[in-house]
């Protein structure tokens, strides 16, 4: 059993930084890819960013590509999303996903264990 706990999201100022992280118990992370989604009020989830077990290979979706960066502490069992001039749009709850496998993907359905989510707020 995995427990995921993301923290980090607040309300920052359009243009602005923030990190989230997403630290993990139970099981070590380290032999899987792990991901990001968020989900904005009445929309549906969507994928945010991906990186493989090592850390070696990462992907983005396009309205990110750029702006964020995942990343990942195998030691701290810990994955970070840096977002970086952020926007209105990037509003959402996000979550914070383990996958079944080693390499990146952008479909929920390949990951097994999702946290609670942590909300960010970028106002207009």
């Known amino acids: 059993q995995v427990q995921l706990v993301e923290s980090g999201g607040q309300l920052v100022q359009a243009g602005g930084s923030l990190r989230l992280s997403c630290a993990a118990s139970g099981r070590t992370l380290s032999s899987t890819a792990m991901g990001w989604f968020r989900q904005a009020s009445g929309k549906e989830r969507e994928f945010v960013a991906s990186?493989?077990?090592?850390?070696?290979?990462?992907y983005y979706a396009d309205s990110v590509k750029g702006r964020f960066t995942i990343s990942r502490d195998n030691a701290k069992n810990t994955v970070y999303l840096q977002m970086n001039s952020l926007k209105p749009e990037d509003t959402a709850v996000y979550y914070c996903?383990?996958?079944?496998?080693?390499?990146?993907?952008?479909?929920?359905?390949?990951?097994?264990?999702w946290g609670q989510g942590t909300q960010l707020t970028v106002p207009s």
């Open positions: 996903a383990k996958s079944r496998y080693y390499s990146v993907s952008y479909s929920s359905s390949r990951y097994d264990y």
């Open positions: 990186i493989s077990w090592s850390g070696d290979s990462t």
